[in-house]
């Protein structure tokens, strides 16, 4: 079974309108969809409307949501991130994710396709595809 740890974008774009494409992800059989407190809050600081709050409300109904939490810098290893994505990736190695699903190019793009700290990053995209 995969566990997939969705990122703040991954959340926001799932919520921000309904039927949004994106949320097939809620629909796939043998996922497991995590995430962590970090990323929720992100998404619903970015959410505009209460539909959109509630959206959000209703599809982590289906997403275990972890505490957040970050590695210690002695842990890093040679992954080259900003501070305030560390969180992220911290919260799917943390919580033991198998991918990390995030529509963040600018940060993570350099390492889409590839593991880092256990974990295979990818855009939802690339996962939907590749679970048709």
């Not at 796939?28 to 970015?46: C, D, F, M, Q």
């Not at 889409?112 to 995209?125: D, E, Q």
């Given at each position: 079974?995969?566990?997939?740890?969705?990122?703040?974008?991954?959340?926001?774009?799932?919520?921000?309108?309904?039927?949004?494409?994106?949320?097939?992800?809620?629909?796939?059989?043998?996922?497991?969809?995590?995430?962590?407190?970090?990323?929720?809050?992100?998404?619903?600081?970015?959410?505009?409307?209460?539909?959109?709050?509630?959206?959000?409300?209703?599809?982590?109904?289906?997403?275990?949501?972890?505490?957040a939490?970050?590695?210690?810098?002695?842990?890093?290893?040679?992954?080259?991130?900003?501070?305030?994505?560390?969180?992220?990736?911290?919260?799917?190695?943390?919580?033991?994710?198998?991918?990390?699903?995030t529509?963040?190019?600018?940060?993570?793009?350099?390492?889409?396709?590839?593991?880092i700290?256990?974990?295979?990053?990818?855009?939802?995209?690339?996962?939907?595809?590749?679970?048709?």
């Amino acid at each position: 079974m995969d566990r997939l740890f969705l990122d703040a974008n991954v959340l926001f774009s799932a919520a921000y309108r309904e039927a949004a494409g994106i949320q097939r992800l809620w629909e796939l059989p043998g996922a497991e969809l995590l995430t962590s407190t970090y990323a929720v809050e992100e998404a619903r600081r970015n959410l505009s409307t209460s539909s959109q709050r509630k959206r959000l409300d209703t599809l982590l109904e289906d997403v275990d949501v972890r505490a957040a939490g970050t590695l210690p810098t002695s842990l890093r290893g040679d992954v080259d991130l900003r501070e305030k994505d560390w969180p992220i990736l911290s919260g799917a190695v943390l919580s033991e994710a198998t991918h990390l699903l995030t529509g963040d190019v600018r940060d993570f793009g350099p390492y889409f396709g590839k593991s880092i700290l256990g974990v295979r990053v990818l855009p939802p995209s690339h996962y939907l595809r590749s679970a048709s």
